[in-house]
């Protein structure tokens, strides 16, 4: 709370630039101007399984994604691969064209289940990739190896790609096809960043204090046994 009253006053420093995240909007805008589908995937888990923080960390970056394209009248295009994310998404979706004062602009066929198996799943994003004409193809959650179908598939077509997962095998198939990424934890802090509320700056921040106290805890201990051993 310390921390929030300080961004607040904005007195709490800046965060370190996530390009990823700052290409982000400029993503939405040209597909305001283009009148072309911006493709979301929040990656192959579900939602109450152990890999629940990485889904809810699409969801949340879709949140953000769907109230800048519900401002402007954007079309999003939205897989997912697990039908416990499939109502979640659709009422994100729904929501934002409702804060926006659109709630008519909200079409349910925005938000796609594509297959529960996830090569299948990496099947029908290919073809979605290759068949719509796309403004680019953000992906953020979990991902294993049938990343690489869609990824490959994105940068055969030249579609600009923004992709994040905290998965450390996927990783270098990321890296090899994604024109930008989000990696490991970052994907957890990208609603922040899309966001900008002070409550989740500050929360950014307390995490990186206490990161330093602990490794300050760290050093100090190893010296102590060092000294007194």
Not at 114 to 143: C, D, H, K, W
Not at 195 to 205: E, F
Not at 207 to 223: K, N, P
Request: hydrophobic residues 45%; charged residues 15%; glycine residues 10%.
């Amino acid at each position: 709370f310390y921390l929030t009253s300080r961004v607040r006053a904005g007195s709490a420093g800046e965060l370190r630039a996530i390009p990823a995240m700052e290409g982000l909007p400029e993503l939405v805008g040209r597909s305001a101007e283009t009148g072309k589908p911006l493709h979301v995937s929040v990656g192959v888990a579900g939602v109450g399984g152990s890999l629940t923080s990485d889904t809810w960390a699409g969801l949340a970056l879709l949140s953000q994604l769907a109230d800048k394209a519900a401002a402007c009248d954007t079309p999003l295009l939205v897989t997912v691969s697990d039908a416990t994310v499939l109502p979640i998404a659709q009422d994100i979706i729904r929501r934002a064209f409702v804060r926006n004062g659109n709630p008519e602009g909200y079409d349910p066929t925005q938000i796609q289940l594509v297959a529960p198996n996830n090569m299948a799943y990496a099947a029908g994003v290919s073809g979605i990739l290759e068949r719509e004409p796309l403004t680019a193809n953000v992906m953020v959650g979990q991902f294993g190896d049938e990343y690489l179908l869609m990824g490959e598939t994105g940068a055969r077509l030249g579609i600009r790609q923004i992709v994040g997962t905290a998965d450390p095998s996927t990783l270098p198939f990321v890296y090899a096809s994604a024109d930008e990424t989000l990696t490991g934890e970052e994907i957890y802090a990208g609603s922040a960043y899309a966001a900008r509320r002070p409550i989740q700056i500050g929360s950014l921040l307390a995490e990186d204090w206490l990161r330093w106290l602990v490794v300050a805890g760290i050093l100090i201990a190893t010296v102590l046994k060092i000294l007194l051993g």
